[in-house]
């Protein structure tokens, strides 16, 4: 008998929800284990607490004694609070949080000691970085990058140790994380939008971008994950024939969520109550054991954070459950993958959504144009969009047919269309008195009755409007969100800057008033974006078609998509934003066309043992047993034995039709890994491990899973997909 899986099945029929402690009232946990502004007001001076809050909104810098005053503060309360340690808390491109703790505790001769924590060392540290992923910026040898202060995200306490998010830059100042690049396209952002805000209403000072992610996941129990090689290696099933019940029934979707996961959840609830992330909805999902938690939305680089902090928090959590959290986007074939849409819009420091209609023309013009920007914006940037989202993991959703398809278009709706159409119609040059009534009256000021009860949903679409914002949902759910959201805010800055540009030349050249100006842009807009507004349904050949016919790119794997991130196109959007320079980019491109071929090496090793370590010697054992069966009946029945032992010799002969399939296919497979791995240029590796190695994942897969149709239940040493979906 296959010991692992059955003693692991044995596991999960003991296990019981583990009990949660909660408080009633979860506002009274909020944020208790952040130095957030309540706190900052309360411990410290009114100098210190402005400096902070001018170097939230402006950017300022922060002066050494003021930071040795807020370093203080944050030492008394955290101590307080039983904290022991610090660190600096940045993401590095592994895409991964990153932490090395230094005690508060210092010598200071006589045999004493003292709690210690200076302004120095709040603002910078110097960690020993030099394994973390640079693209070739800073040589192993001058591991000189620094990890800054990022004010605009709050310190927290996780466990005993007090985290200060900072951002990681290397020693010549390129950035070497993913939060450098995302704070100065938010900061692109606030200064593109407030320029085009100040059209309609010249008290616009600030606009945040703002992120709402959605996280989907699986949680498998931990004993029957880990009797998966794969799983515990790579994060997902290589291989695994589909149940006969899967989610064909729906029956999970929105049901009752199970007892432990509920349990599981209410625990990961509390703690992120404490660090101060907003979650509010939580739900089971399409796919048998998949669920998924969503925060109320937050201003984007904090939103960012909380995201990474959550990631770590789950895995965390779901060790004390029995759980293993599965992230992946793609853990099982043929049942659902998980994604990570990003809701995003922009707000004003006036209170204003500018992706939301008002209640008056003006504002519903105002509107217009953000919505109208921001789908020009991903017209003229959607390759780099679908580069934005690209992993190895990913291309299980993007490329498969599985919604959202690797075509990026945007889904605005039936009304919005109509709208758009209308607009399409608008007079050139300077409009009559009549045309500007007729369209603010039945056009523009229509806007919020019909958005009202627009229940348009579309579930394919990777790019959709719902009512106040965009939802990006071909995000991946393993993603740090900082990438697409830094691509995102900064589409849109630049295309607000071009619009700006004509809206003020029309004024100025051709003395158009400011909404006849407007009107005449956004026209232009509508009709030259036009072919990225897709309704339908994004599955299937008929929208690939159609795409291609549209001019539209569809990058089905990583290493073609990745590509646009080093166009000339992108590499002039960044610089000229002042988001990324050429090196940061270059470096970035080259860090992720290695991860993909590392990702794929990886399966591609884990698949090649489990077939020849597992499936291969489990097979060769049912053989045996049929092949004494056989050699039994000959001895009972003689010559005419073979009338009785049919069908066994049938399978013995399938058998071993399949080990020869699946034995040559991993010598095939490993002999393509060879050649991939000796190629010296890193974009033609990724390229043979994407065209030549992967191919062999499915025909291997396939002649594996038909085995485990064949062969003995007792005999089969992989936990089964019934097993893992289906154990609650
Ligand atoms: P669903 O997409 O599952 O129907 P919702 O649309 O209600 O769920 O909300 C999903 C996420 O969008 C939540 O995190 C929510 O806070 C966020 N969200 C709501 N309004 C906005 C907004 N104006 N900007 C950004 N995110 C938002
Ligand atoms: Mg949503």
Same mark, same amino acid.
Not at 33 to 62: C, E, H, P, W
């Given at each position: 008998?296959?010991?692992?899986?059955f003693?692991a099945?044995?596991?999960t029929l003991?296990?019981?929800p583990?009990?949660?402690?909660?408080k009633?009232r979860?506002s009274?946990? &909020?944020?208790?284990?952040?130095?957030?502004?309540?706190?900052?007001?309360?411990?410290?001076t009114?100098?210190a607490?402005?400096?902070v809050n001018d170097?939230i909104?402006k950017g300022?810098?922060i002066?050494?004694?003021?930071a040795?005053?807020?370093?203080s503060a944050?030492?008394?309360?955290a101590?307080s609070?039983g904290v022991?340690?610090?660190t600096h808390?940045?993401?590095p491109?592994?895409?991964a949080?990153?932490?090395?703790?230094?005690?508060f505790f210092?010598?200071?001769?006589?045999?004493l000691?003292?709690e210690?924590?200076?302004?120095?060392?709040l603002?910078q540290q110097?960690?020993?970085?030099s394994?973390?992923?640079?693209?070739?910026?800073?040589?192993?040898?001058?591991?000189r990058?620094y990890?800054?202060?990022?004010?605009?995200?709050p310190?927290?306490i996780?466990?005993?140790?007090l985290?200060?998010p900072?951002?990681f830059?290397?020693?010549t100042?390129?950035a070497?994380?993913?939060?450098?690049?995302?704070?100065r396209a938010?900061?692109s952002i606030?200064?593109a939008?407030v320029a085009?805000?100040?059209y309609?209403d010249?008290?616009?000072?600030?606009v945040?971008?703002?992120l709402?992610w959605e996280?989907?996941y699986?949680l498998?129990?931990?004993?029957l994950?880990?009797s998966r090689p794969?799983?515990i290696?790579?994060?997902r099933t290589?291989?695994?024939h589909?149940?006969a019940k899967?989610?064909q029934?729906d029956?999970?979707?929105f049901g009752?969520?199970p007892n432990?996961?509920?349990?599981y959840?209410?625990?990961?609830e509390?703690?992120?109550?404490?660090?101060?992330? %907003?979650?509010k909805?939580?739900?089971n999902?399409?796919?048998?054991n998949?669920?998924e938690?969503a %925060?109320?939305?937050?201003?984007?680089?904090l939103?960012?954070d909380h995201?990474s902090l959550?990631?770590?928090?789950?895995?965390?959590?779901?060790a004390r459950?029995?759980?293993t959290?599965?992230?992946h986007?793609?853990p &099982?074939a043929g049942?659902n993958g998980?994604g990570?849409?990003n809701n995003?819009s922009l707000?004003t420091?006036t209170?204003i959504?500018l992706l939301?209609?008002?209640k008056t %023309?003006m504002?519903?013009?105002?509107?217009l144009t953000f919505f109208?920007n921001t789908?020009?914006?991903v017209?003229?940037h959607?390759e780099?969009?679908?580069?934005?989202?690209?992993s190895?993991?990913?291309d299980?959703r993007?490329?498969a047919?599985?919604a959202?398809?690797?075509?990026?278009?945007v889904?605005i709706?039936?009304?919005?269309?109509?709208v758009?159409e209308e607009?399409e119609?608008?007079?050139k040059?300077k409009?009559?008195?009549?045309?500007?009534?007729?369209?603010?009256l039945?056009v523009v000021?229509?806007?919020p009755?019909?958005l009202l009860?627009?229940t348009?949903?579309?579930?394919?679409s990777?790019?959709?409007?719902t009512g106040?914002?965009?939802? &990006?949902?071909a995000v991946g759910?393993?993603?740090?969100?900082?990438?697409?959201?830094?691509v995102?805010?900064?589409?849109?800055?630049k295309?607000?800057?071009e619009?700006?540009?004509?809206?003020?030349a029309?004024?100025a050249?051709?003395d158009?008033?400011k909404?006849?100006?407007i009107?005449n842009?956004?026209?232009?807009?509508i009709?030259?974006?036009k072919?990225?507004?897709f309704?339908?349904n994004?599955?299937?050949d008929d929208?690939?078609?159609?795409?291609?016919?549209?001019?539209?790119?569809?990058?089905?794997t990583? %290493?073609d998509?990745?590509?646009?991130r080093v166009?000339r196109?992108?590499?002039?959007l960044f610089?000229?934003?002042g988001v990324?320079?050429?090196?940061?980019?270059?470096a970035r491109?080259?860090?992720q066309?290695e991860?993909?071929?590392?990702?794929?090496q990886i399966?591609?090793r884990?698949?090649?043992?489990i077939a020849?370590?597992?499936?291969?010697p489990?097979?060769v054992n049912y053989q045996n047993?049929l092949i004494?069966n056989?050699?039994?009946?000959?001895?009972?029945?003689g010559?005419?034995f073979?009338k009785?032992a049919?069908?066994?010799?049938?399978i013995?002969?399938?058998?071993s039709r399949?080990?020869e399939?699946?034995n040559?296919?991993?010598t095939?497979m490993t002999?393509?890994?060879?050649k991939?791995?000796?190629?010296e240029?890193?974009e033609k590796?990724a390229a043979a491990?994407?065209?030549?190695v992967k191919p062999?994942f499915?025909?291997?897969?396939y002649h594996?899973?038909?085995?485990?149709?064949?062969?003995?239940?007792?005999?089969?040493?992989?936990?089964?997909?019934?097993?893992?979906? &289906?154990?609650?």
């Amino acid at each position: 008998m296959s010991t692992l899986r059955f003693h692991a099945i044995k596991e999960t029929l003991n296990r019981k929800p583990v009990k949660v402690k909660e408080k009633i009232r979860r506002s009274s946990l &909020f944020g208790e284990n952040v130095f957030n502004d309540a706190t900052m007001r309360q411990s410290l001076t009114k100098d210190a607490y402005k400096s902070v809050n001018d170097a939230i909104d402006k950017g300022s810098k922060i002066d050494r004694g003021i930071a040795d005053q807020i370093a203080s503060a944050m030492k008394d309360w955290a101590l307080s609070k039983g904290v022991t340690h610090y660190t600096h808390w940045f993401q590095p491109l592994t895409g991964a949080t990153a932490e090395k703790h230094d005690a508060f505790f210092e010598t200071i001769g006589n045999g004493l000691a003292v709690e210690k924590f200076g302004g120095g060392q709040l603002v910078q540290q110097e960690p020993d970085a030099s394994s973390f992923p640079h693209g070739g910026i800073r040589n192993t040898f001058e591991a000189r990058g620094y990890t800054a202060w990022d004010p605009t995200s709050p310190a927290f306490i996780y466990g005993t140790t007090l985290c200060i998010p900072t951002v990681f830059v290397s020693y010549t100042g390129e950035a070497l994380d993913y939060k450098t690049p995302l704070l100065r396209a938010l900061q692109s952002i606030d200064h593109a939008a407030v320029a085009v805000a100040k059209y309609f209403d010249k008290n616009v000072k600030k606009v945040n971008a703002s992120l709402g992610w959605e996280q989907e996941y699986f949680l498998i129990d931990s004993a029957l994950a880990t009797s998966r090689p794969d799983i515990i290696l790579t994060g997902r099933t290589l291989l695994g024939h589909l149940p006969a019940k899967g989610q064909q029934l729906d029956d999970h979707y929105f049901g009752t969520i199970p007892n432990r996961a509920m349990s599981y959840m209410r625990d990961l609830e509390t703690e992120c109550m404490l660090l101060g992330i %907003p979650v509010k909805t939580r739900h089971n999902e399409v796919a048998p054991n998949q669920f998924e938690l969503a %925060p109320i939305y937050d201003e984007a680089n904090l939103a960012v954070d909380h995201n990474s902090l959550l990631m770590d928090v789950m895995e965390k959590i779901a060790a004390r459950h029995n759980f293993t959290v599965l992230m992946h986007e793609k853990p &099982f074939a043929g049942v659902n993958g998980s994604g990570k849409h990003n809701n995003w819009s922009l707000g004003t420091n006036t209170g204003i959504n500018l992706l939301s209609p008002g209640k008056t %023309p003006m504002s519903n013009l105002q509107f217009l144009t953000f919505f109208i920007n921001t789908i020009k914006a991903v017209h003229d940037h959607e390759e780099l969009l679908r580069a934005a989202i690209a992993s190895a993991s990913n291309d299980h959703r993007l490329g498969a047919n599985e919604a959202p398809p690797a075509i990026i278009s945007v889904f605005i709706g039936e009304q919005l269309t109509k709208v758009l159409e209308e607009l399409e119609g608008v007079t050139k040059g300077k409009l009559s008195p009549e045309e500007k009534t007729e369209l603010k009256l039945n056009v523009v000021g229509k806007i919020p009755e019909i958005l009202l009860d627009n229940t348009d949903r579309n579930r394919t679409s990777p790019f959709a409007f719902t009512g106040n914002k965009f939802e &990006f949902r071909a995000v991946g759910s393993k993603a740090n969100c900082a990438n697409p959201m830094t691509v995102l805010n900064s589409i849109v800055a630049k295309q607000l800057i071009e619009f700006k540009k004509e809206v003020d030349a029309l004024i100025a050249n051709k003395d158009m008033k400011k909404d006849d100006a407007i009107f005449n842009v956004i026209r232009e807009y509508i009709k030259t974006s036009k072919n990225i507004l897709f309704e339908g349904n994004g599955y299937g050949d008929d929208w690939q078609k159609e795409a291609k016919k549209r001019g539209l790119s569809n990058n089905k794997t990583t %290493p073609d998509a990745l590509k646009a991130r080093v166009s000339r196109q992108t590499i002039n959007l960044f610089e000229e934003l002042g988001v990324m320079n050429e090196v940061e980019i270059k470096a970035r491109y080259e860090i992720q066309v290695e991860e993909y071929t590392m990702h794929i090496q990886i399966e591609s090793r884990v698949l090649g043992d489990i077939a020849r370590n597992h499936v291969i010697p489990t097979a060769v054992n049912y053989q045996n047993v049929l092949i004494d069966n056989v050699k039994g009946l000959k001895d009972i029945f003689g010559t005419g034995f073979k009338k009785h032992a049919k069908e066994q010799l049938e399978i013995i002969v399938d058998i071993s039709r399949r080990i020869e399939a699946i034995n040559s296919g991993v010598t095939e497979m490993t002999n393509e890994r060879k050649k991939a791995n000796k190629i010296e240029d890193t974009e033609k590796t990724a390229a043979a491990y994407c065209k030549k190695v992967k191919p062999f994942f499915e025909d291997i897969r396939y002649h594996c899973d038909k085995l485990e149709l064949l062969i003995d239940d007792e005999l089969w040493p992989l936990t089964k997909y019934r097993e893992l979906l &289906f154990t609650k």
